[in-house]
């Protein structure tokens, strides 16, 4: 009973890690038989990285006018699922005729394809970087475009996520009306990125794996000292941490508690006692 119980309350530590370190993957159309989409195997464990690497790898990605990169870092799949179903990026990906919707595609902190630049240099289309809610972008007639689109970070509490994800949302569906007015036969790849300071770890972690350069001279002002407190530095609290001290307050706590309440109810006579009836002078006479 005690290890049932010790399960049951383990399993949503498990699901938190079995989702930690996966972003929101969509893709949507506006070709009815579309041969890019359907051709996107994700297989068990999707990966961001492979799923890049089918569309941009497929023969038939040049067949649009243009297409669309949408990088929003932070974002997950319960930031989506807070949007209103009645919110334009909804209605844009359900009036699709083509769409491919993984919640949870795995991210590592490796750096996934660039997209943009591949679809360029393959179908030779202009690149052009949006940034949502300026509307100063044009296309050229006659040409193929390839818009990236890099959305502010995502990040706080719930109820600050969900407010920043409303105004992102309104800011990325304000292009999405704009491009499918201009060009009609397009495709648009909205992907989660791991938040900028996991960027920043990866980048330091390529640092240290390649070799370093010899000839460069060392400085003592090129090495940046760290600014603030150790609580604006580091993360104390990671998910290990607070999983560890979970488990540790509300299960080993209680148990080692009761074991003790156990031991100290358990009594023992410290001395025998005589019978009733019974006379030591008595005894000694007999």
Sequence with gaps: MAARAVLLALLPV????????????FAWSSQSSDSVLGSLTPGARPDHGSLLESIVSNENLCSYDAVVVVDH???HSSDLRNLPPSCRLATLIKESPSSRQLPYVERSLKSSPNAASLVTRQCSSIAL??????????????????????????EGSSRY?????????????????????????????YAGSLPLERREVSDLDSAFDSPPDATAPYSATTVASPK???LHNYQLLTPALITSLLVAFFILVPIVLMGINTLASIQ???????PKDYSAQEKKTQ
């Design 161 to 189: 996520r969900k407010t920043l994800m409303a105004e992102h949302e309104r800011l990325l569906s304000k292009e999405l009306d704009k491009l499918v007015a201009l060009i009609p036969n397009h495709l648009v790849i």
């Design 268 to 274: 023992s006579t410290s001395r025998s006692e005589a």
């Design 129 to 154: 970087d949006v940034v949502p809610g300026s509307g100063e972008w044009q296309l050229e007639e006659d040409k193929k475009h390839v818009l990236s689109i890099s959305l502010p970070p995502i």
């Design 14 to 25: 498990s699901g938190v890690f079995a989702f930690s370190d996966t972003v929101p993957f």
């Design 228 to 230: 603030g407190g150790i």
């Design 73 to 75: 870092p932070g974002a």
